[in-house]
């Protein structure tokens, strides 16, 4: 059974820094393409940053050059860097992974391109 545990969340002020984890347990990093989701207040889930087997990774034009995801597949542990964080960074965020092996990220990232979902971890910025 493949689970997803989120964790790293909090608050922050604008600029600041948080950094998530996604510790993964039946399921493998290094075989799947992983990504980080969020869902902002009133707001649709969208993709925020992906990672392939290859190491190789994709992100959303809103967190170009501030965030920046990574994995270390020994430790089966997913992350996401979040520097100079915005009000509007404020989500719930989700660690997600594919069902399909050795697959690419998608230039656009989009729900149905994953398979499993982790239960979020809340990150509020604000002042």
């Known amino acids: 059974q493949v689970r997803l545990v989120e964790s790293g969340g909090g608050s922050a002020l604008p600029g600041g820094s948080l950094r998530l984890s996604c510790e993964a347990s039946?399921?493998?990093?290094?075989?799947?393409?992983v990504a980080w989701f969020r869902q902002g207040p009133g707001k649709e889930r969208e993709g925020v940053a992906c990672?392939?087997?290859?190491?190789?990774?994709t992100y959303a034009d809103s967190v170009k050059g501030r965030f920046t995801i990574s994995k270390d597949n020994d430790q089966n542990t997913l992350y996401l860097q979040m520097n100079s964080l915005k009000p509007e960074d404020t989500a719930m965020y989700y660690c997600?992974?594919?069902?399909?092996?050795?697959?690419?990220?998608?230039?656009?990232?989009?729900?149905?391109?994953?398979?499993?979902w982790g239960q979020g971890t809340q990150v509020t910025v604000s002042s």
């Open positions: 997600t992974g594919d069902e399909g092996w050795f697959r690419r990220c998608p230039a656009v990232l989009t729900e149905p391109d994953f398979a499993y």
């Open positions: 039946g399921y493998t990093y290094r075989q799947h393409r």
């Open positions: 990672i392939d087997i290859y190491g190789t990774a």
